[in-house]
């Protein structure tokens, strides 16, 4: 059975760094590309980052590039976003999504979602 899990969010101060993690399983989702998306409060989800089954092709949002890194470890079937120079505006539920169809952008693109953990950058 296909399955994804987020853990990593919480409670954290502007500038912190914290890590989500996504364990992926399952034989078609172990070593795919993966997509982290987020929902701030009253707000449409919004993509933030994805890489590739090997770690050679990723990207980023606008909004996040340069202070959000994705990495995965394949041998573990664990997708990584490490996160730095956290703003208010990054509060929201983070969610990771595996099999896409389409572009990787899009989070309609996805068959399968974690439950999402939220994160809320505050002081």
């Known amino acids: 059975q296909e399955q994804l899990a987020e853990s990593g969010g919480g409670l954290v101060q502007p500038g912190d760094s914290p890590r989500l993690s996504c364990a992926v399983s399952?034989?078609?989702?172990?070593?795919?590309?993966v997509g982290w998306f987020r929902q701030a409060p009253g707000k449409d989800w919004e993509f933030v980052a994805y890489i590739g089954w090997d770690g050679g092709s990723f990207d980023y949002s606008e909004a996040v590039n340069g202070r959000f890194t994705i990495s995965r470890d394949n041998a573990r079937k664990t997708v990584y976003l490490y996160m730095t120079n956290l703003k208010s505006e990054d509060t929201a539920v983070y969610s990771c999504?595996?099999?896409?169809?389409?572009?990787?952008?899009?989070?309609?693109?996805?068959?399968?979602w974690g439950q999402g953990t939220q994160v809320t950058v505050s002081a």
């Open positions: 399952g034989p078609i989702l172990g070593t795919g590309l």
């Open positions: 999504g595996a099999h896409y169809v389409g572009s990787y952008y899009s989070r309609t693109s996805y068959k399968y």
